[in-house]
């Protein structure tokens, strides 16, 4: 009698439909077939206790593991015949195992032609038919293919434009790369945005100026919004006879290596930008880059101007390189707008920032309304602090919420309870509401400065944006008591009772004010 003990490393199959199907592939055939002395039967074979979903799912595992195309061939023949010859699923997975091989070539037309004769094919399909052509180097056949998609009216997917692309570029077939994008710009169907800015950075990596141009003024016509493309300097910059070299060896090292491509250059130079302090360091920096591809990179240019102001002894350096770059209208990011107007600031010199931030094309950071409403706060009245924000009301970019808070917050401390309404009532006229910490702010302001009835109104308001809380009764009871108003002292307490637990804080202002009152 024949006992599994003696074959330890072999488990009998269950019969469970699950158990079965998740252990098929796992189990030698051979073997299993010698001691269960069924005939011997190769593994791509349904077997007799599997059922048809899970012989399906068996073969669907099998060529989602990239078989070998002798295995996808037998699969195929395995199938052939059958119900599972019609199967939409393990054709497309067929078609896919023989797309990964350049032989398998004519395999995968023939499986196709049947596919398409059946089904409508879809993109995903259609790209396995293009990545097959590229795998066996013939790009005409793939160029045509992609057109009989677009032809069709089927928008390839992105995979298949960058395997398009990536082929043309590994070859050093720039230009028909470039021949092949642009070939595309015409129809309702175009290459998709990702591969444009592939090929735009290829050639900013080969200092291909012409071209990179070409495919920048293509990206703006496609209503891209591609990065400036990077020129030679108009405004020279810094002699660099005059900079005073303390370091030789660090400045020659920053010099572009032999094996080091542009953008590795690029990103060792702002390293060394944000780690060092060393002025010298960053004029070289700025020297070496200006006759390069990289004088008018944005991280790099960014980088500069971040490092001179950090000093107000660098504001000439800063404005020098501010000035030549914003002259270009090539300053894009508002934080380095925000690093020009606080060097500025330092200076002391507000109408300088001032006439900058009103030259800004694109929108403020919050922290540079701050850094000038501060200055305004320090050097001048909160009166005129208050009119620099109400005449950029009607501006194209008007004051954020956080620079009204910030001033509102300004004369609450210093008591100005006056000029805190006419900052309310500026931002109730912008359309900018408070949120309930701020009302509650004001409200205590208010009531303390015992203007009951503005604070009365203000709390009209909050009902209608915002749901009060025993805060908000706290100001308004001590508000209404210190200035005696028994009658809204009896209102607010009837309000308040409406809070399902209220704080002993508030029993407490309940039981002062009953006492004044």
Known sequence: MLRLSQYPSVQPPRIGKRSYCDQAIRIDTTTSDRLFNRPSTSIETKRPVESNTAYQKRLKLMLENHPDLATVRKIEASIEGTMFAKDLVLQKHIIEAYSFHPTGLPDLLRTFQQYQSQWRVDAVTHSHVVRSYIRSD?????????????????????????????HFLK???FQEAFHFMSNFTEGKIKPHESAWFKLKDAFSKLNDFENEMKCHEIMKSLGMNPPNVISLPQIPPPD??????????EISQLGQRPDENLAEWKQRLIFNLNSTRNLNLVRAIEVMTSVSHLSKDDQLRASLIDQYSRNPENRNDLIRVFDQFESDGLITSPYVWEDVIRADLKAGNFENAAKRFSKMKIEPTKRTWLNLLEFQLKTNTPENALEFLCQKISAKFP???????SLMWYFTKKGLADLQMKAYRQMKNSNLKLDLKNFNILLGSLGKSGKIEEMDNVFQDLKVENVPDSLTYLHLIQGAAEAGRSDLVEGYIDEAQKIEKLPITLWNVIISAFGKV
């Open 399 to 405: 004051p954020p919420r956080e620079a009204w808070f």
């Open 240 to 249: 660099s006879n005059s900079i005073q070299v303390e370091n030789q060896d």
């Open 171 to 173: 070859t050093g077939k």
């Open 138 to 166: 013939q790009m005409t056949e793939a160029t045509a293919h992609l057109k009989h998609m677009i032809a069709q009216g089927i928008v390839p997917t992105l995979g298949t434009w960058t395997e398009m692309l990536t």
